[in-house]
């Protein structure tokens, strides 16, 4: 009995319900492409240079 109840506890601690405001919220969080920071171009173009020029 206890191992049961136990069970439940924790998968109800797992789970997070989201009402559907929420859900539509979290989609489009999601799916919404973060703009890259400076120091991500930075090591882009660092990686070309070194790729491109690699001869």
Do not use: G, I, S
């Not at 999601?30 to 991500?40: F, G, M, R």
Request: aromatic share 6%; glycine share 0%.
């Amino acid at each position: 009995m206890l191992n049961k109840e136990t069970t439940r506890v924790l998968e109800e601690q797992r789970r997070h319900a989201l009402t559907e405001e929420d859900a539509a919220v979290f989609a489009v969080a999601l799916n919404k492409t973060p703009e890259p920071t400076w120091k991500a171009r930075e090591a882009v173009q660092a990686y070309r240079n070194r790729v491109v020029h690699a001869d």
